[in-house]
């Protein structure tokens, strides 16, 4: 975006302002703060209009829940400057089909179009794909940053490398296991990725992992419920593992801490409700403190590190979950591929 003449030139911004809400307020604005140093470039170098486009959510439909107003009004707070906010473009159905009229509908009355929604661009939908095949397309300076930093990773790193997994859904990390996994020095896997590791009773990944010793296991899934801490294979029957046990932190974090190079993605447990955040917390302050390269990806995690007050000990807080994995898969984005080598 930096060779992009702006000077002028109405310039339409697909940004990645997809935040919760909470009681029709913006509870996260974290994602609204890393869209503004593109925002502000433009402003700076005197774009004749700026119009900011979005999803949020997964609205099927027109959807007075996920009406981008109070995230246009958080935008205006934060932004000086003048700018159009479009409303959700998922409340078009053209939107995820990369329906070429909506696509068309975006990109009129706009003379160049630019990519910063880095965490939106492995989805090939109208406002990542489809205005970028009819506009002068640019990467936003978030999109540059990230695919820098991330791509630190796939290179030649500083060891000790360590990979820190969580959370669910195990079959969507398991290319970055794989990719990332081999080159690493230790692999440490807790939250349901650990539960469902061990009971594929094979080795999906090809080498050796640190799997959590203990837990934190629940009579059932409530804030509340009876609690204790069990060896991890001493799960009650009918109960469930939470978090992640105190010997399994204290390895996982003695692990972390000489570190050279570090890439966490997921939570260890359900760390939402306080009596189960103490392993995703011992995790988020080992990487924090570390000396190493880190970089965090997944809502989650950067949540917990938020909430610990750590961002900012982190050397890259990634806003893409989906995007980054994919990326470090090997994966094409499409949002990226349609954007011309400058």
Same mark, same amino acid.
């Given at each position: 975006?930096?060779?992009?003449?702006?000077?002028?030139?109405?310039?339409?911004?697909?940004?990645?302002?997809?935040?919760?809400?909470?009681?029709?307020?913006?509870?996260?604005?974290?994602?609204?703060?890393?869209?503004?140093?593109?925002?502000?470039?433009?402003?700076? &170098?005197?774009?004749?209009?700026?119009?900011?486009? /979005?999803?949020?959510?997964?609205?099927?439909?027109?959807?007075?829940?996920?009406?981008?107003?109070?995230?246009?009004?958080?935008?205006? @707070?934060?932004?000086?400057?003048?700018?159009?906010?479009?409303?959700?473009?998922?409340? =078009?159905?053209?939107?995820?089909?990369?329906?070429?009229?909506?696509?068309?509908?975006?990109?009129?009355?706009?003379?160049?179009?630019?990519?910063?929604?880095?965490?939106?661009?492995?989805?090939?939908?109208?406002?990542?794909?489809?205005?970028?095949?009819?506009?002068?397309?640019?990467?936003?300076?978030?999109?540059?940053? @990230?695919?820098?930093?991330?791509?630190?990773?796939?290179? @030649?790193?500083?060891?000790?490398?360590?990979?820190?997994?969580?959370?669910?859904?195990? =079959?969507?990390?398991?290319?970055?296991?794989?990719?990332?996994?081999?080159?690493?020095?230790?692999?440490?896997?807790?939250?349901?990725?650990?539960?469902?590791?061990?009971?594929?009773?094979?080795?999906?990944?090809?080498?050796?992992?640190?799997?959590?010793?203990?837990?934190?296991?629940?009579? @059932?899934? =409530?804030?509340?419920?009876?609690? &204790?801490?069990?060896?991890?294979?001493?799960?009650?029957?009918?109960?469930?593992?939470?978090?992640?046990?105190?010997?399994?932190?204290?390895?996982?974090?003695?692990?972390?801490?000489?570190?050279?190079?570090?890439?966490?993605?997921?939570?260890?447990?359900?760390?939402?409700?306080?009596?189960?955040?103490?392993?995703?917390?011992?995790?988020?302050?080992?990487?924090?403190?570390?000396?190493?390269?880190?970089?965090?990806?997944?809502?989650? /995690?950067?949540?917990?590190?938020?909430?610990?007050?750590?961002?900012?000990?982190?050397?890259?807080?990634?806003?893409?979950?989906?995007?980054?994995?994919?990326?470090?898969?090997?994966?094409?984005?499409?949002?990226?591929?349609?954007?011309?080598?400058?």
């Amino acid at each position: 975006m930096r060779a992009a003449e702006v000077s002028g030139r109405r310039v339409l911004v697909r940004a990645d302002l997809n935040v919760p809400l909470e009681g029709g307020r913006v509870a996260d604005d974290t994602r609204i703060r890393a869209a503004l140093p593109t925002l502000e470039l433009l402003r700076d &170098r005197a774009a004749a209009a700026v119009t900011v486009c /979005s999803h949020l959510g997964r609205p099927e439909g027109p959807d007075p829940a996920y009406s981008m107003k109070p995230v246009g009004e958080r935008l205006r @707070e934060l932004f000086d400057g003048e700018l159009t906010v479009l409303e959700n473009t998922r409340f =078009d159905p053209g939107e995820t089909k990369n329906d070429p009229d909506f696509a068309r509908r975006l990109a009129e009355g706009q003379d160049l179009f630019v990519q910063d929604a880095f965490g939106s661009v492995h989805r090939a939908h109208a406002s990542t794909v489809g205005v970028a095949e009819l506009l002068p397309a640019y990467a936003g300076l978030l999109l540059e940053r @990230e695919l820098a930093e991330l791509g630190k990773l796939l290179g @030649e790193v500083d060891r000790p490398f360590v990979l820190v997994s969580g959370g669910a859904k195990v =079959d969507d990390k398991l290319g970055v296991l794989r990719k990332l996994g081999g080159r690493a020095d230790s692999v440490l896997v807790g939250g349901k990725m650990a539960e469902e590791l061990r009971g594929t009773g094979a080795d999906p990944l090809g080498f050796p992992v640190e799997l959590p010793v203990d837990v934190v296991a629940a009579s @059932e899934f =409530d804030e509340n419920a009876e609690a &204790r801490v069990v060896p991890y294979d001493g799960v009650p029957d009918g109960w469930l593992g939470l978090d992640i046990g105190p010997e399994t932190r204290g390895r996982f974090a003695g692990l972390i801490a000489p570190a050279r190079t570090i890439f966490w993605n997921g939570p260890m447990g359900v760390f939402e409700w306080p009596r189960f955040a103490e392993g995703t917390k011992a995790v988020a302050e080992a990487v924090a403190h570390s000396d190493a390269y880190s970089v965090v990806g997944g809502a989650d /995690s950067i949540r917990a590190l938020g909430e610990l007050g750590l961002l900012d000990r982190v050397s890259w807080a990634s806003t893409g979950g989906g995007a980054a994995l994919e990326l470090l898969e090997g994966r094409e984005l499409p949002g990226v591929a349609a954007i011309p080598e400058e």
